[in-house]
């Protein structure tokens, strides 16, 4: 039985254009939840590093602005917000300048303990009945013992199509290599391509976006009402 005060914890994972921020923003809504997008917490970091002049590759000098890191990350569905200190960089995180870098920073050891503590922060002081909280290591690390575990996944084909649909600056074969680029990156840090033991997979390829949120909120159901 999950106490009135703890927010249900619904951990979301999966590889780049899996769905995850779109689909866990649904749901979210859906059952008045608050949503997490961890991703924006490594982009805001690449960003930084971006606006400071900082190399990314040197992880010693990432960790050095760690400090000084004010990021904060909006969980309401429909009025998410990314800022550092007075900027909002909603929009800014997204730009593929910054997607370029953030692999290398989510690399870094102790800038993933930093992020994981402030997503655990921010998960605990949900004032919802529940938070989605969506990323690639939601399921293993920062989340293991949450009650609702789902790896999201769709074939890289499916990924890549609706990858390309979103960023129409680029042509399909530019989002394509940077989609598998990253995913081969990201996947030397953890795995989320493999459901952890106690994570249902649910596979997108085949269902159009409704569909998928009715897919998970169908597992987040199934969950509670076997508490
Ligand atoms: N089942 C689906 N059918 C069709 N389109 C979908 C489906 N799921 C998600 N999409 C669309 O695919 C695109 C990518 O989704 P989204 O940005 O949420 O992926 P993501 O997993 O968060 O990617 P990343 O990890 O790179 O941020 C969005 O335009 C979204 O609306
Ligand atoms: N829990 C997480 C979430 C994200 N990352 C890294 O951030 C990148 C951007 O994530 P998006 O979901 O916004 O695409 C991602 O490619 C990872 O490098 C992470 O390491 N852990």
């Keep these: ?39 924006a917490g490594y982009r805001a ?3 930084l590093m971006l606006d400071r002049g900082v190399d990314t590759a040197d992880a010693a000098a990432v960790v050095a602005e760690l400090d000084t890191f004010d990021v904060e990350i909006g969980t309401h569905p429909h009025r998410h917000f990314v800022r550092v200190g007075e900027t909002d960089i909603t929009e800014a995180i997204r730009e593929p300048r910054v997607t370029a870098q953030v692999s290398a920073v989510a690399r870094v050891p102790r800038v993933r303990e930093h992020l994981t ?14 938070i989605v909280v969506e990323g690639r290591d939601i399921t293993t690390v920062v989340a293991p013992d949450a009650p609702v575990r789902i790896l999201l996944t769709a074939s890289e084909e499916a990924r890549m199509a609706r990858r390309s649909a979103q960023i129409t600056t680029q042509s399909a074969e530019t989002v394509a290599h940077a989609l598998r680029t ?25 269902l159009d976006f409704e569909q998928t949120v009715d897919a998970v909120i169908d597992v987040i159901n199934t969950a509670r009402t076997s508490q």
């Design 1 to 39: 039985m999950t106490s009135p005060s703890i927010p249900l914890v619904v951990a979301i994972d999966g590889p780049a254009g899996s769905g995850k921020s779109s689909v866990s923003k649904a749901v979210a809504d859906r059952l008045d939840f608050a949503f997490l997008d961890t991703g």
């Design 45 to 47: 970091l690449a960003w």
């Design 117 to 130: 503590g402030l997503f655990r922060s921010v998960a605990e002081q949900a004032t919802e009945a529940g």
């Design 182 to 206: 990253r995913d081969r990156a990201d996947s030397q840090v953890v795995d989320f391509m493999t459901a952890a033991d106690g994570v249902t997979t649910v596979d997108s390829t085949h």
